[in-house]
């Protein structure tokens, strides 16, 4: 549910959203493809000398890409012009330490033309642009022209001496042209998004404020620095609003998913926490009249804002006045779930919460939630990945802690559940999808291994033949996909079924997989499959 720029030289300063693009991520030729039309400009505009075509004033828009789209794709393309232009940059940098002239010169051309090529384009399509853009419009293309001049003189000397004295003007010139840029992006994004949230905050129709809304979302989707412009201009005050309002029901799963995304930086929380965002969530979910979609994207925002791997939840102070209902209503979700993303939604929100507040596993108690989700276990369209899994078993074994679990999980037939788990594989040789799968492993053993302090589940677990899953979970790497962690959760385990039935393992399996100290049994372990090598 859920991006920050490593600047490489003279481009740290850059505050880029940029600098995390999907686009990254894609297919290369794909990339190539989309990119083909702006390299072909640019290579274009350096023969012309960034001289336009001659045509008729009628005509001109019919030349212009940009103004044939809505203001979301105009942003996209800006957005990939940007990050060719600080691709370029980063690549600049990189030949001029290497003293390659010829390539530092060719680069800073190219890069001159997409720079007027990007203004160029922002300019048909943005209104009311303040006089400060202009103004470092004007100081970009200025410094770009002094960058292409200087890197032009040096391709016209072989004279060592000069091209070094040469070198630390160029270094300066590229640091302010990176500086400038940087700046003009954050000077053009916070403008459209101040648009876009005047458009929600000013709009009565439906029509207009679904594609505001749409549009943020977008822009979301491109960083986390995306985000924390978004927040400072208001953008969580925007969005609440509309999910206060009636009128706008319709637009309430994706009002609060843009919500969502906004509130995975700081920035974003803060002013959740301002607006009483978590009662406004509170009570969209426990609205019976919402649609199930509405409370699933409540869900997802709920889970973000309580994701264990953020440093910044604690000033979410009204979270726990608010904490029974929400989790309520969430258990409630993941019973009547009618998908498997509804129900991971649900479920992922609930496992945060149980890492958030110690008191949300006794309510999850109370609640009978223990029975609920192994219920939805055998349902393999409810929990159909391993990501729900992940889910489940995390919010079980931060349930294990609690001594009642132990009966819940008997009368589940939870140690089945368990056992199964441990098993989990990847079908698709995904990444993500191994990692999720590790998770549940690693889980599941820590949940046996909670769990069987209890003797009723520690002999389930044994009738289960889980100790000779355990044994080989340990001893053979491939079947945990490597991970260290697994292993050491599945030693914990074992050794807790060891004292509870030591009758379970041979000798071998006791003297090297139990009776060592934990670590020289995970060496043991972790050294193996280099020994059969």
């Known amino acids: 549910m859920n991006m920050a720029f490593k600047g490489e030289d003279h481009l740290d300063s850059l505050p880029l ?20 039309k702006l390299m072909t400009d640019c290579e274009c505009m350096c023969i012309l000398q960034s001289k336009p075509i001659s045509i008729e004033k009628d005509e001109q828009n019919e030349l212009i890409l940009s103004s044939q789209y809505s203001t979301c794709d105009n942003l996209q393309l800006l957005l990939k012009r940007a990050w060719i232009i600080s691709t370029e940059l980063t690549r600049i940098s990189q ?14 051309v190219r890069v001159n033309c997409h720079v007027r090529s990007m203004i160029n384009e922002y300019n048909t399509f943005t209104r009311n642009y303040s006089e ?19 890197t032009e003189r040096c391709i016209q000397t072989e004279e060592e001496q000069i091209l070094k004295s040469m070198k630390s003007c160029i270094n300066e010139t590229l640091t302010t042209v990176a500086q400038y840029f940087g700046q003009l992006i954050e000077l053009v994004l916070t403008h459209e998004a101040q648009n876009l949230l005047r458009q929600i905050e ?34 969580v005050v925007a969005l609440f609003k509309i ?91 993941c019973q009547e779930a009618s998908s ?132 080989k979970l340990c001893r053979s790497p491939p079947e945990r996909n490597n991970s260290d962690s697994v292993l050491v959760a599945c030693l914990a385990a074992l050794r807790r079924l060891a004292v509870m039935s030591p009758d379970g393992l041979e000798d071998s399996d006791f003297q090297q997989l139990v009776k060592p100290r934990l670590v020289d049994s995970f060496l043991l372990c972790t050294n193996m499959e280099e020994s059969f090598v």
């Open 340 to 471: 498997g993303e509804v129900f991971l939604l649900a479920s992922a929100a609930l496992a945060n919460i149980t890492f958030f507040d110690t008191m949300a596993c006794e309510i999850l108690l109370q609640l009978n939630a223990m029975k609920i989700l192994l219920a939805a276990c055998s349902d393999k369209h409810i929990v159909d990945t391993p990501y729900s899994r992940d889910q489940v078993v995390t919010i079980l074994a931060n349930m294990s802690v609690l001594d009642q679990c132990a009966s819940e999980i008997i009368q589940g037939n939870g140690v089945q559940l368990l056992m199964e788990m441990l098993f989990e594989r990847s079908s698709s040789g995904n990444s993500a999808e191994v990692a999720a799968c590790e998770r549940v492993q690693q889980k599941s053993a820590v949940t046996l291994a909670r769990l069987s302090r209890d003797p009723e589940v520690a002999d389930a677990a044994v009738k289960l033949s889980c100790i000779p899953r355990l044994i």
């Open 132 to 150: 400060e853009t202009q103004q470092f419009e004007k100081l970009l293309i200025d410094k770009c022209s002094e960058f292409t001049a200087f």
């Open 17 to 36: 959203p940029v600098q995390r693009m999907h686009l990254i991520q894609v297919d290369s030729v794909q990339r190539w493809m989309e990119d083909l």
């Open 243 to 333: 999910c206060r309002q009636d009128c706008f029901r319709c637009l309430y799963p994706q009002t609060l998913r843009t919500l969502a995304s906004i509130c995975c930086v700081e920035e974003g929380m803060h002013q959740l926490e301002k607006v009483d965002g978590i009662l406004c969530l509170a009570d969209i979910l426990t609205d019976n009249t919402h649609s199930e979609a509405t409370h699933a994207e409540a869900a997802a925002v709920i889970a973000q804002i309580t994701s264990p791997h953020l440093t910044f939840t604690q000033h979410l102070s009204s979270f726990l006045e608010n904490m029974e209902e929400i989790v309520t209503a969430l258990v409630k979700l």
């Open 95 to 108: 030949k001029l330490e290497k003293n390659r002239w010829q390539r530092v010169h060719s680069m800073t």
């Open 202 to 235: 000013l709009s009565d129709s439906v029509y207009i404020t679904e594609s505001a809304i749409s549009s943020l979302f977008s822009l979301t989707q491109e960083g986390a620095h995306l985000c924390r412009i978004i927040a400072k201009e208001g953008g």
